[in-house]
């Protein structure tokens, strides 16, 4: 078998984050070839042309006779579907290379999936962007971030420690856990404040005093991820709903809490409530700010 | 009368958003004494040894003695009390200077100053920072944010004109508009977000899985303003509390919406709704983004 990091990396479907974990390879000492299959020519020609990948093919199986390592990128909705195709691509290639994902949501891959692979080490980096689309990978993106991996009973141990040693070449640091665990943490950590994101800046969207245009830094990080892409929203928001919808409640149960808070006008449950909310804050500052200039980059 | 730019400015209350004010006519072409009252020396001398002011004193009358413009910089709820002090001192002294505050509540204010002055014109810029106190002050933090006057019907015109071109100085943009919109207006912009902000880092706080070391860039931005300030908070919570309560509900309502969205798997009008909240975002990027490094300065 070809050295480590002189292996073939197949991405099927190139966008923001697999152009991403490309182009940071391509920053380590990763001198395999970097490959790509995608449903839409242009992405892919456009990949080729900023020098995020070497070679492209509109044939799934070209891709993957060559791969040593493929890595699904695709909305969570249709990366079940594709992991089934690709497997069974191999299966007729005779190959069986490690194969992980990207998706934002774990359980619903699996079961869309619905075959057992041993080499398939479900994945999920911590880290994205408003913007989507390989013309803005970055080879950065992943530096301080977290990889979620939750190999499942099936996936051989070998398999997994590859996919942590190829993150590992991004400067991201990996943890492991299982599929239902991952999916609860993921609405409460991103996809429920997604919703609000969203929910904040389609009030202000309606609101006839044009709210936004006196927006200041608050309201630039509250709706900055209301620029997310919609369709990969809807995906999420939907094949995630049971851990999405329990951790909406908490949070709808919070703002009926400050509501009531409000209205009777106390301060001093106030000043509890804030100072709870800041001390919380403050406790993660350092996991949540690892970088000083994050902003800069995203937007750029 | 001294020469615009040479004049003596008096901060009544050292803070972040006041010896930002400072440092920024610090670094123009302001060449007058800038000078300071406060109810802690501690804060006081801090600016003093970071060159934000000149001189400082314990006695407010020796500050307004001397005062060419009065900066009062205080909580909303104490701002009106501290109002009614400086223009009761000032009337003792027998001086009519120009007196502005940056109160992010107007209608409170000028309430509970309870007298007019004709020189007095009601001023808030729309910039802060998640933290608090002199020593985090910044001579940048104005730059292209937008500062609203609101002068009442006995405000003096030329008094309003000298509030206008000092915050010329600072980078920043001058828009007027009544006391009542502006109120209603930062209710949508920038209360209602920090409320959300907070239920946000309390639904987190509550939830076992401790989902906040998991955090990537969304969450960061979404719970960064829960750090700020509990007692201002709570002070902005209280008196502007009819406004803050309309905010809320509307933001609620989409809430509930986007719930029953997620709760029927209709992911056609999920897609419609984030995508008018995309555009909506992305129409106001230039606003909201008017430096592409704030992120770094606000945590430095």
Redesign the interface.
């Known amino acids: 078998m070809t050295q480590f990091q002189s292996r073939t990396v197949a991405f099927i479907g190139l966008g923001l984050i697999s152009g991403s974990l490309a182009r940071a390879l391509r920053a380590s000492s990763w001198n395999g070839a970097l490959t790509a299959w995608g449903p839409r020519e242009a992405s892919l020609q456009r990949g080729l042309e900023l020098g995020v990948i070497d070679h492209y093919s509109l044939e799934l199986s070209e891709v993957l006779a060559t791969a040593d390592m493929v890595v699904v990128g695709a909305p969570p909705a249709a990366t079940g579907e594709i992991l089934k195709s690709v497997v069974n691509e191999l299966s007729r290639l005779n190959r069986t290379p490690v194969v992980t994902d990207l998706a934002s949501i774990k359980g619903h891959v699996i079961d869309s999936m619905a075959c057992d692979y041993a080499n398939f080490v479900p994945g999920h980096p911590?880290?994205?962007?408003?913007h989507s689309g390989v013309a803005f990978a970055d080879g950065a993106l992943f530096r301080g971030?977290?990889v979620?991996l939750t190999p499942l009973p099936h996936t051989a141990a070998d398999a997994t420690e590859q996919v942590k040693a190829m993150w590992d070449l991004t400067g991201a640091y990996i943890?492991q856990m299982g599929v239902e665990?991952h999916d609860?943490?993921?609405a409460?950590?991103?996809h429920?404040?997604?919703?609000?994101?969203?929910?904040?800046?389609?009030?202000?969207?309606?609101?006839a005093?044009d709210?936004?245009?006196?927006?200041?830094?608050?309201?630039?990080?509250?709706?900055?991820?209301?620029?997310?892409?919609?369709?990969m929203?809807?995906d999420i928001?939907?094949t995630n709903?049971t851990a999405?919808?329990n951790?909406?409640d908490?949070?709808?149960?919070?703002?009926t809490?400050?509501?009531d808070?409000?209205?009777s006008?106390d301060?001093a449950a106030?000043?509890?409530?804030?100072?709870?909310?800041?001390a919380?804050?403050?406790a993660?500052?350092d996991?949540?700010?690892p970088l000083?200039?994050?902003?800069?980059e995203?937007?750029?």
């Open positions: 911590i880290a994205g962007s408003e971030r977290e979620i943890k665990e609860a943490l993921l409460a950590s991103s429920m404040p997604h919703i609000v994101a969203y929910a904040l800046t389609r009030a202000l969207e309606r609101d005093s709210a936004m245009v006196h927006g200041g830094g608050a309201l630039r990080d509250m709706t900055r991820i209301a620029g997310s892409d919609p369709l929203w809807t928001s939907v709903q999405l919808l951790a909406i908490g949070f709808q149960d919070e703002m809490s400050l509501r808070l409000i209205t006008s301060a106030l000043r509890d409530y804030f100072a709870i909310c800041r919380h804050r403050r993660h500052d996991i949540l700010n000083p200039s994050r902003d800069s995203e937007t750029a």
